[in-house]
């Protein structure tokens, strides 16, 4: 990492990926040895103050958000050099990286991942917070076929899109507009990105901005590539009219699980879980935990193992899960073995994604979290669906964010002295140190005056100033010329933060 950027009670492993927003790394905590993701804020997020203005004040707000289809954020830090975010660590896959590889989801598997971002972002929103930039990259698949929402707002303002607040393939009408965001624009990108898990393929795959920004506000959802008992649905959460809209995941969600129901059957939850945890388990070998990091701790080691018969499991079952078969049972099965081993939530981590696709440009506006008080994470399955068995509790870092970034401390003057004070012929000189306790700059000016009863009203003309920064003592020399004739003299010298030294002397004969 570049010097300055570490978080306090935290270790370096290695790097996870890179982007526009700033850098991942996998991290220990070294008090309970638990793996973390850190982002470090990119340096032109970190100095743009209005951003981390509204950074931190969503991070407040995110901080009261204990959902467990959410990637948790235990502690925002700041210094002086940097601005990090430790997150929960999501040993698993973007969404992306899965339509990447191996195109349409199925049509189970998708409807899991829009119930599992409908939960999370409802959650969010009952916070006060709208994610702003639901995407797939955004959207994290663990080998249990559990999806974690992630980056609120961490990557907006990191793209190059002007004037709109989002990443376009998936961006509502309102946001090509007015720019206006609420909780039916986080339903729309939730619905476009199901759409694509359903076909592989976006809603609008046109190029071009302005062409995008056309098809959103006017153009026809292709809902006729959509499974018919879908159509409805993926119409209903794609309308123009954000009023058209269901007016909050809450109630999309409801809608989901009747249409669901109805075209899949009561075990349409259990084998989407099976297809989606197949799926993830053959990217298996991109998941942060699987290499092996030396000195990475008890906690990764134990995950690490866990991962290698996941990916052993998945290669030797990979044809039946993928038909659908009996050996999809078998490969679940596994996973859940394998829960003794690791940590059912070791937390979502933004993974580098692939560059094949055109790059997704994310946005303009923040809203982030740091978790709140927690002991070992679950992993909770969706509403009404059943979920893996329980691993045991993993000691995770006490959640907390900042209430304010560390302060420069203080700069002071705790000494002004004048070493020397002489005047030779009409030229006085003094010499002058000032010390100081912190980084910022002073100034030290010397006014010189003649040392008589009738002349000590006056100072004498162009008085010096010098300007010094950082701890330590400092050396200054100030001269002045008194001109015709060598008088008695005086040098005042003062600081720009407070602090008088006087010094006289007389005009030394030839």
């Excluded at 210094?79 to 191996?102: C, F, R």
């Excluded at 994290?140 to 907006?156: E, T």
């Excluded at 809608?255 to 084998?271: H, I, N, S």
Aim: aromatic share 4%; charged share 20%; with cysteine.
């Amino acid at each position: 990492m570049d010097g300055g950027w570490t978080v306090p009670g935290y270790r370096h492993v290695r790097p996870l990926g890179e982007g526009a927003s700033g850098k991942v790394m996998l991290a220990v905590h070294e008090a309970t040895r638990a793996p973390v993701a850190i982002k470090y804020l990119s340096e032109r997020l970190r100095t743009d103050e209005d951003f981390l203005r509204r950074f931190r004040a969503e991070a407040r707000l995110m901080a009261r958000l204990d959902d467990p289809h959410v990637v948790r954020f235990y502690e925002y830090a700041e210094t002086p050099g940097s601005a990090a975010l430790v997150m929960e660590l999501v040993d698993g896959v973007t969404l992306k990286d899965v339509i990447i590889a191996e195109g349409a989801t199925g049509p189970e598997a998708a409807l899991l991942v829009l119930k599992g971002s409908l939960l999370g972002l409802a959650a969010a929103h009952g916070a006060g917070v709208v994610h702003r930039d639901y995407k797939p990259a955004n959207v994290l698949v663990d080998d249990h076929g559990h999806s974690k929402l992630a980056d609120f707002g961490i990557a907006v303002r990191a793209g190059d899109e002007v004037g709109a607040s989002g990443t376009p393939a998936y961006m509502a009408p309102e946001q090509w507009t007015t720019g206006a965001v609420s909780a039916a624009t986080d339903v729309y990108a939730a619905t476009a990105v199901c759409y694509e898990c359903l076909t592989g393929e976006r809603p609008f795959p046109v190029k071009g901005h302005w062409a995008l920004a056309a098809a959103h506000r006017s153009g026809p959802v292709p809902v006729e590539r959509v499974p018919r008992p879908l159509r409805e649905l993926i119409a209903y959460g794609m309308a123009k009219n954000p009023d058209d809209r269901p007016r909050s995941a809450a109630v999309f969600l409801e809608e989901l699980e009747e249409v669901a129901l109805a075209a899949y059957g009561p075990g349409w939850e259990e084998r989407g879980r099976v297809r989606l945890a197949a799926l993830a388990a053959l990217l298996a070998s991109l998941f942060p935990l699987a290499g092996s990091p030396p000195g990475a701790g008890t906690a990764l080691a134990l995950t690490r193992l866990g991962r290698r018969r996941v990916a052993m499991a998945a290669g030797a079952l990979v044809a039946a899960v993928v038909a659908g078969g009996g050996g999809a049972a078998v490969l679940a099965g596994v996973h859940r073995g394998i829960g003794a081993h690791t940590s059912a939530t070791s937390s979502p981590v933004p993974v580098a994604e692939p560059s094949t696709p055109p790059a997704d440009s994310p946005s303009a506006s923040p809203s982030a979290s740091a978790g709140p008080e927690t002991t070992g994470p679950t992993t909770a399955s969706p509403a009404g669906g059943t979920s893996a068995a329980p691993s045991p509790a993993t000691t995770l870092p006490r959640p907390l964010v900042g209430k304010d970034p560390p302060k420069t401390p203080p700069t002071k003057v705790t000494a002004l002295q004048i070493g020397s004070f002489t005047l030779a012929g009409t030229v006085a000189t003094a010499q002058v140190t000032v010390t100081l306790s912190g980084p910022g700059k002073v100034t030290v000016s010397a006014d010189f005056s003649e040392d008589t009863p009738a002349a000590q009203v006056a100072t004498a003309s162009d008085p010096g100033a010098q300007t010094v920064s950082g701890s330590g003592p400092h050396d200054l020399t100030f001269t002045h010329d008194y001109g015709e004739r060598c008088p008695a003299a005086r040098v005042t010298v003062t600081t720009s933060l407070g602090g008088t030294a006087e010094a006289k002397t007389t005009c030394q004969p030839e």
